[in-house]
């Protein structure tokens, strides 16, 4: 069977209880037996070799040997149960090493005098001699896992690496599973692959280093070239050479602007009225900074299908945002005559149904929502035209699906957090670019500050003087709530403070817990400057347009990756005022925290940041791509695996130029495997 094919939940695994199931859920998104078997490693222990303190390199300090006992003591405290146990072993070598047993008194009694076991320890030297408190003693060589590489997952809640590892290994020795490869024979050839089944077995039980870079060549092959053919196969972009027209009410709109388009405005929107107008569905990126003026591209373009008798979607990350949209869409479209309907997964009862039958019959020209647009019971009479803002929080799955429903429309994927190129021309090979470089006119560069913690009264102070100008403030924090741990200024609590820091001066609360209606409801007064500053998390993030917020303060800035700084601080600046932004930082930071902060004080532009984030983070995932769905890629990296991105594009390139219904015998596995995806 294909590994797609493996289906069955994971609550029918032998030995998974409710509480496994749901933190596999939950924590790691295992919903069956192919998502375990497709949960990748985080990290491999090479527990092949038995190590002594002796053979450790600089900047290692683990390690897996086998010791004998030599005696026991007691240290710190006056009485026996407040004083802790010392066991001192010697390992291989014969080197003297402190196990110092906090809180497990009790291995006394295991670790006799003159006994021998095998242990994996962190170790470290402390005046001279060797230690470990962080050791786990097992009997055997084979309880030890030694002889082996060891695989590390990703865990969460009662999900313990010895849990998940029996919970794979209960799946694998079922022994009439075996799984088919679901690439071409030729390719496993060419390119020196495994078979998908050892791929997949030795993916979780390696014998050496060497077997877990041949699988994950193998299974990070596979999957992008899957995701390339998949992708490849629903675009149909054929360039347009005839120029379109602008219609009417579009020129109508430009027209009541109080300000003219810029000249990246302008191309960009030439770009996808080309693309409308062609008979093929357009699969387009539109990409510019924050605000850039992007939005307002989507609503002119919106009105050139509109103007044919066409529908339009136009779907946001999150309700706040869609409803935002659905505001500024009914003040500039509405006196145009354009019908709107908002829709989320919160417009319910009557209202609902008859915004329904009104979309069916097609009596709304625009639905504005969140992915509730897409739901089973909304139909369009006619949609052809799909705008998705924010793109990075849909996956390309997403997407996928999203095109697979009838006639596909053109779609339009709006981002503030520009790709970088690489990345752009090798994974979004099926989407065409519109970038906007240049801002609207009259904007001032955001002046950001580093402000080191103890100077925050001062940044207090400056923020007073601009209350006093009429202008507005945000406040980010990184949490709500402190959980009473982690010496982090939270949401809450930070509330109370700046109260009396701005006394008099309204102010408003707002995160993820407070109801969609009340943060509308701040939003709105605090647009009509009832309120002077907000106190948030990140909710804030994305799209938020106040044109009179001066100030963005983010607190414990370095907690924050840089592409949630730029687009935090694009909150700012959105009018001709001069704004700030001020990242206050902590003393203690490491060298790749004051790196992204010394680039958001160099730059305030998306597409250089966008560069260095992938820089910094060398070989990591960039800003977030993987974690947010942007890409949900299992094995592959997008840094690492540049040559197999490209092996897996030529390949899908030749495969879709022979066979684009893969039909032949030869593709019929890829065929499978991507619709089982899909
Ligand atoms: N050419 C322009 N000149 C002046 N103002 C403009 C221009 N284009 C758009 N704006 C205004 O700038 C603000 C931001 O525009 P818009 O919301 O379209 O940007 P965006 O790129 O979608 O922003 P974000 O990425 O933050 O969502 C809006 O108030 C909009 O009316």
């Known amino acids: 069977m294909f590994l797609s094919e493996l289906t069955t939940p994971i609550e029918r695994l032998q030995g998974v209880g409710k509480v496994r199931a749901n933190d596999y859920h939950t924590k790691l998104g295992v919903d069956t037996f ?22 450790l390199k600089a900047g290692e300090n683990v ?47 295991t670790l006799q005098a003159g006994s021998v076991w095998f242990i994996n320890a ?10 470990s408190s962080a050791f786990s003693v097992y009997r055997t060589q084979e309880e030890a896992g030694l002889g082996r590489v060891i695989p590390i997952y990703p865990m969460g809640g009662s999900l313990t690496q010895k849990s998940i590892r029996k919970d794979i290994n209960t799946i694998l020795s079922n022994k009439y599973l075996t799984f088919d490869d679901e690439l071409p024979a030729r390719l496993y050839e060419k390119y020196g692959l495994m078979h998908t089944d050892s791929a997949i077995r030795l993916m979780h039980m390696p014998r050496s280093m060497e077997e877990v870079r041949a699988s994950k060549r193998t299974l990070a092959l596979t999957e992008l070239l899957l995701m ?43 770009e996808i009225r080309n693309d409308l107008d062609n008979q093929k569905s357009m699969n387009r990126l539109l990409q510019g900074d924050v605000g850039s003026g992007k939005t307002l591209i989507a609503w002119i373009s919106s009105l050139h299908e509109i103007a044919k008798g066409h529908q339009v979607a136009f779907m946001a990350p999150t309700e706040l945002l ?10 500039l479209l509405e006196p145009l005559g354009v019908k709107i309907a908002f829709i989320t997964g919160d417009v319910k ?7 329904l039958e009104a979309l069916k019959n097609g009596e709304v020209d625009i639905a504005i929502g969140t992915h509730a647009l897409f739901s089973k019971d909304v139909v369009f009479k006619n949609l052809r035209y799909v705008i998705i803002d924010e793109q990075h929080r849909f996956g390309v799955e997403q997407r996928l699906a999203l095109t697979s429903k009838g006639e596909i429309p053109h779609l339009l994927l709006m981002t503030a957090t520009p790709i970088p190129r690489t990345l752009a021309l090798t994974m979004f090979s099926d989407l065409q670019v519109s970038s906007i470089h240049t801002m609207p006119q009259g904007r001032k560069p955001i002046t950001t500050y580093l402000v080191k913690e103890e100077n925050r009264e001062k940044m207090y102070q400056t923020i007073a003087v601009e209350f006093k100008r009429g202008h507005q403030a945000y406040f980010v924090y990184p949490r709500i709530e402190d959980e009473g741990d982690s010496g982090l200024r939270d949401v809450k609590n930070m509330f109370t403070y700046l109260q009396k820091e701005y006394p008099n001066i309204p102010s408003a609360l707002i995160h993820s817990k407070v109801p969609e209606d009340e943060k509308m409801q701040i939003l709105t007064d605090f647009r009509a400057k009832k309120i002077s500053y907000l106190v948030a998390t990140s909710v804030i993030e994305v799209g938020i347009d106040i044109p009179m917020a001066t100030c963005m303060v983010i607190e414990h800035a370095e907690r924050f990756g840089l592409a949630a700084l730029h687009q935090l601080r ?22 790749d925290s004051k790196a992204r902060l010394r680039v958001m004080k160099e730059s305030t532009d998306g597409f250089y940041i966008a560069e260095k984030d992938l820089e910094i983070r060398g070989p990591g995932e960039i800003a977030g791509a993987k974690q947010s769905g942007f890409l949900k890629l299992r094995y592959a990296s997008l840094v690492n695996d540049i040559d197999l991105i490209e092996i ?24 499978i495997n991507i619709e089982q995806e899909g």
């Open 648 to 671: 897996a594009k030529k390949e899908a390139l030749e495969i879709i130029r022979t066979d684009k219904g893969l039909i032949s015998t030869e593709n019929y596995m890829l065929r």
């Open 122 to 131: 962190t170790v470290n030297q402390w005046n001279g001699e060797w230690q």
């Open 34 to 55: 192919k998502d375990l078997l497709a949960l990748s490693p985080r990290a491999y222990e090479d527990r092949t070799k038995l190590t002594s303190v002796k053979d």
């Open 349 to 355: 009862g009557k209202g609902r149904k008859y915004l």
């Open 63 to 109: 390690i897996n040997t086998k010791i004998k006992v030599q005696s026991h003591t007691y240290f710190g405290g006056f009485k026996k149960n407040e004083r802790t146990l010392k066991v001192i072993v010697q390992d291989l070598s014969g080197t003297r090493i402190s196990l110092l047993c906090f809180g497990r008194s009790f291995l006394e009694k």
């Open 570 to 591: 694009g909150r700012v600046g959105r009018s001709d005022l001069q704004s700030y932004c001020f990242l206050v930082y902590s003393s203690s930071l490491s060298d």
């Open 228 to 270: 390339e053919i998949a992708l490849m196969r629903q675009s149909s972009y054929e360039k347009s050479n005839k120029k379109s027209t602008i219609s009417d009410i579009e020129k109508k709109l430009i027209s009541t602007l109080p300000f003219s388009l810029t000249k990246d405005q302008i191309k960009s929107l030439s």
């Open 322 to 331: 869609a409803r935002q949209h659905a505001e500024k869409a009914a003040e």
